[in-house]
């Protein structure tokens, strides 16, 4: 599969593999993706599970048409819709964009990772866009996938590790049973990711699972890691 990104600014990468990874959807279900950029973690999990349709809506016009012209070029069209939208939008906006609620079996969201006034700002307003939201911003994104899931349906996220907290509190009394997967840059690191995944309206206790390590001591991706990455296998967040 060739995914196509923009030159310069942000671009997809490690997060967007292990997001589609964790995504645990089944042939016949539907998932929608928030932020979905080029379409990345999208194409894995197309490519990853026959049958499954993917919803991707994003603020930028420009990375739509790229995600729409990339799942073209992979003959993934047909089961990939992309929409034009603000997930911060109310929903009047975004039902007339062509999103719906309570209709996903699966919701699943690489945010972004800083917060205005937190960060130093980039020159290119795409890029900042992709790597910072506003103080709080991400309690917006949960209620987004909270509400255009379905009851039962599972929200999956992969973020900076000291965002566990926020995420956590955002989830809270939307998402329950929540599974936290950390990982580390190499064994003995403390985790520079987290990804998070809970089942809406569920009230069962969270759990903390086993961490992936990504890279050996001399820098080579782990056994582990090459499985996602390369051969398209799934991360289990769940029974």
């Given amino acids: 599969m060739t995914v196509r990104q923009p030159r310069t600014g942000f671009r997809s990468g490690l997060d967007a593999v292990f997001l589609a990874a964790a995504c645990p959807a089944r042939e016949g279900e539907r998932v929608l993706e928030a932020g979905c950029g080029a379409g990345a973690a999208s194409l894995c999990l197309l490519a990853r599970v026959p049958g499954v349709s993917v919803t991707g809506v994003d603020i930028d016009a420009g990375l739509v048409t790229l995600a729409r012209e990339n799942a073209t070029g992979n003959g993934l069209d047909g089961r990939f819709d992309v929409v034009n939208a603000d997930v911060t939008d109310t929903w009047t906006a975004l039902e007339a964009a062509g999103l719906f609620r309570e209709t996903y079996d699966h919701v699943i969201a690489n945010p972004p990772f800083f917060e205005h006034g937190r960060t130093r700002p980039s020159k290119d307003a795409r890029n900042s866009r992709a790597r910072a939201m506003a103080e709080g911003g991400f309690e917006d994104w949960a209620r987004f996938l909270a509400a255009a899931a379905r009851p039962s349906a599972s929200a999956t996220v992969i973020h900076t590790a ?25 064994n003995g690191a403390p985790a520079i990711r987290v990804i998070v995944s809970g089942i809406k309206g569920s009230r069962a206790p969270a759990s903390i699972l086993p961490g992936v390590v990504l890279h050996e001591a001399d820098g080579a991706p782990t056994a582990a890691a090459t499985a996602i990455l390369r051969h398209g296998q799934s991360l289990a967040l769940r029974a």
């Fill in 162 to 186: 000291d965002a566990l907290p926020q995420i956590l509190a955002a989830f809270d009394r939307r998402f329950g049973a929540v599974s936290i997967l950390p990982l580390h840059p190499r």
